[in-house]
Structures are given as structure tokens and as C-alpha cells.
């Protein structure tokens, strides 16, 4: 059965931190389109490597989960797993903004 749920939720996270981007203006809101872009890119491709090393390495495996789509872009690697490295890299990235953000402000 093919259901879409995990892929939702994924997208809807990635949605919510949109919102909290452009809140707050910490990347992509903030006029840094390209290199917030470049760099998310970089992240979701080095994760991606790295999940293909485990799998034909034989340690990461597909889980058989009922919320997943079961559409699959390699051996092994489901199509939400390039939305969760999405999220985990932009997550990453406004996390490491903020906390610049809030760094640099108390320094001065």
C-alpha cells in the first residue's frame, strides 16, 4: 500500500521552516538565495554519497515502514530520504544562523 504521510510530514517541516526563515530572515529571506541554495545542495549531495557508501557497503537497508511512499530513486534509498536531508541540512543551517545571529547581537 502506498501511502504519502511520511512524505507530508517532511514536506510540511520543510514548509514551517520556511516560515521560520522568513520570520526571521536568517537565509534564504535574508537575500542569501544562492549560497543558502549552494549550500543545502552541498549537504543533501554528501549525505546522499554517504548513504550510497552504506548501502553498498551493506549497512543502511530500507526500512518497510507503512507511511512511506515505497517509491525508490536507488537500491535501498526511498524517495523521502532526499526530503529528510533537505530538512536536516536547512534545519542545520538557520539553527547555525540563529545562533550567530544571537552571538554576534550580545557582543556588542
Do not use: N
Not at 543558502?36 to 546522499?48: N, P, Q, Y
Not at 533537505?86 to 545562533?99: G, M
Amino acid at each position: 500500500m502506498t501511502t504519502f504521510f511520511y512524505l507530508a510530514a517532511l514536506l510540511f517541516s520543510l514548509t514551517g521552516l520556511g516560515l521560520l526563515d522568513y520570520t526571521h530572515k536568517l537565509a534564504l529571506f535574508a537575500g542569501k538565495v544562492w549560497q543558502t541554495l549552494i549550500t543545502i545542495a552541498v549537504g543533501v549531495v554528501f549525505f546522499l554519497a554517504w548513504d550510497v557508501a552504506g548501502i553498498a557497503a551493506g549497512v543502511f537497508f530500507r526500512g518497510a515502514g507503512p507511511y512511506q511512499t515505497g517509491i525508490l530513486i536507488g537500491p535501498e534509498l526511498p524517495l523521502e530520504e532526499v526530503f529528510f536531508l533537505t530538512l536536516l541540512c536547512y534545519v542545520i543551517l538557520l539553527s547555525y544562523l540563529a545562533i550567530e545571529r544571537r552571538l554576534t547581537a550580545r557582543s556588542t
